[in-house]
């Protein structure tokens, strides 16, 4: 009588199993919301604000009539220009017979969710770059409020720290909460810049490279009293734009700059409606079906509190 052995019993064995468990993805930290100022908004789709600016100054000649000026206003106008939505289903026969119809279905509305934060994510990011003219310096009271990064081909330096906050200085904005979000690839050539890796030379950023830049979604340093936040959600731009001369030759990312003081923020939204989740059976298709829909707008409100840096993404070696 023969044993048993795995040369004559291989039907007993399941060869191929499948876990219980679902691999779902990494995700990264969302936190650029936090920056926009939310207005009052309550209804129809376009707000007008009405803005003030300052009155003109000329020298007075004594026993001549005095020169009376109006004073400069404007319109700033926000729309809610956003209406989103993201649909799945799950059929009837489906859910018969799949061994993850729990774990799939529980999953539906927190990925939809997430899909649609991430969208708001990036639109709050683009608005900056995306509200200023391409190719030119938006200059305000003579400091350019963008630029392509300091090095070799877009390659950010620390001097481009200390000319966002020139920048930012010449246009009256204030010092307090300075932060500036980056590319991961901006991140890696700050870790490694000699003049920061180079401690001796360098004492005063010795905590810096001692316990790294980076601690949750902050630097655990400031630089030049910059916060440094990174985030993958940041506008890509095309090779070519050319700045004061200056040109990324590769595909890059538009990093940002800004004080987030509460009463100069340079964001302004509105959330008409938050992602608001509906669901049910569709008799005829015999299937659930789940939709999120959300709808709101963003727009550049302080351009003087906006600096953009342009970097090539391709530094990383």
Not at 92 to 98: A, L, N, R, V
Not at 229 to 237: A, G, N, R
Not at 293 to 301: M, P
Request: charged residues 20%.
């Amino acid at each position: 009588m023969a044993g048993v052995s795995t040369s004559n019993n291989e039907h007993l064995i399941r060869s191929n199993l499948w876990s219980a468990e679902m691999k779902d993805i990494l995700l990264a930290d969302l936190f650029a919301q936090k920056w926009v100022r939310m207005l009052d908004f309550p209804d129809g789709d376009t707000l007008n604000m009405p803005t003030l600016g300052q009155f003109e100054v000329s020298n007075y000649v004594e026993g001549q009539p005095v020169k009376y000026t109006a004073m400069d206003t404007g319109n700033f106008t926000f729309t809610i220009n956003e209406y989103l939505q993201t649909g799945t289903y799950i059929t009837e026969k489906m859910k018969q017979d799949s061994f993850y119809m729990s774990q799939l279905v529980a999953a539906f509305i927190p990925k939809q969710m997430r899909s649609l934060s991430e969208r708001m994510e990036s639109d709050v990011l683009k608005i900056g770059p995306s509200g200023q003219t391409a190719a030119d310096l938006n200059s305000i009271n003579g400091a350019a409020h963008r630029w392509v990064a300091g090095g070799a081909n877009g390659v950010i330096t620390v001097q481009d720290f200390a000319k966002a906050n020139y920048a930012l200085d010449m246009a009256n904005v204030p010092r307090t909460n300075r932060v500036m979000i980056v590319h991961p690839s901006v991140e890696f050539t700050m870790n490694t810049l000699t003049n920061l890796v180079n401690v001796s030379n360098n004492p005063t950023w010795e905590g810096i490279v001692a316990s790294g830049f980076r601690t949750g979604l902050r630097f655990t340093k400031s630089i030049y009293g910059i916060d440094v936040y990174v985030s993958q959600f940041l506008p890509k731009i095309t090779a070519g734009e050319t700045i004061g001369g200056v040109s990324v030759n590769t595909s890059g990312v538009a990093n940002v700059c800004f004080s987030a003081a509460a009463d100069v923020l340079p964001f302004v939204g509105s959330i008409r409606q938050a992602p608001k989740v509906d669901s049910e059976y569709n008799k005829d298709y015999q299937r659930e079906e789940y939709v999120v829909t959300c709808r709101y707008g963003y727009k550049l409100f302080r351009p003087e509190n906006l600096v953009t840096i342009l970097t090539a993404t391709d530094q990383v070696g």
